[in-house]
């Protein structure tokens, strides 16, 4: 069901994604962009704190364990927190790819109410390249890999360098990355992407 509206529609001119040679091995885990990040940092006490792992071809898969401080509505996940997760599962797809993107649209369906306490199975892949346009989609299964699709997602990605983050964040934020030697080991890891 992707490509549902014409802005998530690759043109016909768009190519098969290419995973990177250096990408993870399917079944090894990517880590977080940034420890901070709400959706995959460690460091992110309220975060969500997804753990992908690289899957085969362009694809990766996350779980996630949906906790009380997660409610929308009594017992059930909030929305716009399964829409994060599945957004950030997206961009943990940047390792496969070696490219740095952003989410520029993500259209997001929500079939089954998700109870606290469930896991949320998702996955994510890549669908096709066009230029810096990377659209992709991405589920959220209940409770096991091959449960009932809870949610599910089309997204558009923009390729972005690294000064998309350095002239836009709070400078405090930046400076921190910036004096970070694993998060410069992180972002270096793109620079070598041909
Ligand atoms: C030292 C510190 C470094 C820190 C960095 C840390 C780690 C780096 C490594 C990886 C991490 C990377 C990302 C994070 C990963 C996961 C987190 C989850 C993902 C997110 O949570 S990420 C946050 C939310 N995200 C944003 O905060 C984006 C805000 N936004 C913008 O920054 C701009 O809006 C941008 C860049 C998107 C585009 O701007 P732009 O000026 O570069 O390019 P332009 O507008 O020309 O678009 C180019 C072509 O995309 C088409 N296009 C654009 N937007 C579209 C839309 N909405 N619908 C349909 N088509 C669209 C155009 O139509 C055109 O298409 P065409 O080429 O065919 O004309």
Not at 74 to 82: E, I, Q, R, S, V
Not at 183 to 192: H, T
Request: net charge negative; aromatic share 4%; glycine share 10%.
């Amino acid at each position: 069901m992707s490509g549902r509206t014409p802005a998530l529609t690759p043109p016909d001119s768009a190519l098969a994604p290419v995973r990177h040679p250096d990408a993870p091995a399917p079944g090894e885990p990517i880590g977080s962009h940034y420890e901070h990040c709400f959706g995959c940092g460690g460091e992110q006490p309220h975060g969500l704190h997804l753990a992908a792992k690289a899957g085969e071809g362009v694809s990766v898969t996350a779980e996630f364990l949906v906790r009380p401080e997660h409610q929308g509505a009594p017992g059930l996940a909030h929305g716009g927190l399964l829409a994060t997760a599945l957004d950030d599962t997206l961009g943990a797809l940047n390792w496969l790819l070696r490219v740095i993107s952003v989410t520029g649209r993500l259209e997001t369906d929500y079939l089954r109410p998700v109870p606290v306490g469930s896991v949320l199975h998702l996955s994510a892949e890549v669908t096709a390249v066009d230029g810096r346009k990377i659209y992709a989609t991405a589920e959220g299964r209940l409770n096991a890999p091959d449960g009932p699709v809870a949610v599910r997602a089309d997204a558009l990605f923009v390729e972005v360098k690294v000064e998309h983050f350095t002239e836009n964040g709070r400078p405090e934020e930046i400076r921190a990355a910036m004096d970070d030697p694993d998060q410069i080991r992180r972002v270096r890891a793109f620079e070598v992407n041909p």
